[in-house]
């Protein structure tokens, strides 16, 4: 008998190849305030940062999903997350958070941040039912004019 649960996604270092998927998944999912395809193939070579990406398992040459870190002494910033809209609730953004959880606390992080717009209330639901918790709001921070929820994680 088969198991159901389809396989999770495979997830890897970002690379060149991979930059101009992700800066289209930006564009899809942060509109205006999206980075652009430069700024992307920037990410790859600053110290102290890492880009994740997750393949589809079916389709490896389909990139589903991507984050960026940075680490800094003990703090880490989560930068981006970003999974593609019709692969949403599939678990991609838990492994992805999952990998660069340990991967902070691996370079020495105690605690993890990052910053989420108010009006994305999926997204700071996602993070609060993770343990992130707000310790500061940004007013009319974003474009639209909605604010930035500032969360933190103790690693």
Known sequence: ???PTPPGPVLR???????????LLERDLFGPDAWSEEQVGAELSVPGRAMLVAEDPTDR??????AVLS???D???????????TQR???IASALLAHLRGAARGA????????VSDANTGAAA???????????RRPRYYRDGSAALVLQLTL
């Not at 910033?77 to 999974?83: A, H, N, S, Y």
């Not at 996602?126 to 500061?136: D, S, T, V």
Request: proline share 4%.
């Open 61 to 66: 040459s389909a990139v589903v999903g991507y």
């Open 71 to 73: 680490v800094q002494g």
């Open 108 to 115: 020495g992080a105690e605690r993890m941040l990052l910053e």
């Open 75 to 85: 703090v880490a910033d989560l930068l981006r997350i970003g999974v593609d809209p």
């Open 89 to 91: 609730r599939t678990g």
């Open 126 to 136: 996602f993070y609060a039912a993770r343990g992130f918790a707000e310790i500061h």
């Open 13 to 23: 270092p970002a690379r060149t190849a991979d930059v101009a998927r992700v800066a």
């Open 1 to 3: 008998m088969s198991d």
